[in-house]
């Protein structure tokens, strides 16, 4: 996300705008967890109205994207075959985790 700037302009009579702020939100295909920022008014002319000190800025949050986790599969699609001549040895298969990799994951 790159910052943005811009202008909110109230005609007369007005009390509420329905703001539409262009950001550049970038759909790269890294896994990525929550994020946020702050979206702020910072100036009002002089002698135009007052800034409110605790309606100023609000949290804007990108929720998770990308399987930041992992998706977790049997690397073997078609299954796996064993013999009665093969018991009772273990049965080994292989379990891969693709995509994201952040924390820790158990599987049971």
Same mark, same amino acid.
């Given at each position: =996300?790159?910052? +943005?700037?811009?202008?909110? &302009?109230? +005609?007369?009579?007005?009390?509420?705008?329905? $703001? @539409? =702020?262009? $950001?550049?939100?970038?759909? /790269? @295909?890294?896994? %990525? $967890?929550? %994020?946020?920022?702050? $979206?702020?008014?910072?100036? *009002?002319? %002089?002698?135009?109205?007052?800034?409110?000190?605790?309606?100023?800025?609000? *949290? !804007? !949050?990108?929720?998770?994207?990308?399987?930041?986790? @992992?998706?977790?599969?049997? /690397?073997?699609?078609?299954?796996? /075959?064993? *013999? %009665?001549?093969?018991?009772?040895?273990?049965?080994?298969? &292989?379990? +891969?985790?693709?995509? @994201?990799?952040?924390?820790?994951?158990?599987?049971?």
């Amino acid at each position: =996300i790159g910052p +943005a700037s811009g202008v909110v &302009t109230f +005609a007369n009579g007005d009390d509420t705008i329905f $703001l @539409g =702020i262009p $950001l550049s939100v970038v759909a /790269d @295909g890294i896994p %990525e $967890l929550t %994020e946020s920022f702050r $979206l702020s008014l910072v100036s *009002l002319p %002089e002698g135009r109205g007052i800034l409110s000190t605790t309606g100023r800025s609000s *949290l !804007i !949050i990108i929720g998770e994207n990308n399987n930041p986790y @992992g998706v977790v599969a049997f /690397d073997s699609v078609r299954g796996y /075959d064993i *013999l %009665e001549s093969d018991a009772p040895g273990p049965l080994v298969a &292989t379990v +891969a985790r693709t995509a @994201g990799t952040f924390g820790r994951v158990a599987v049971s």
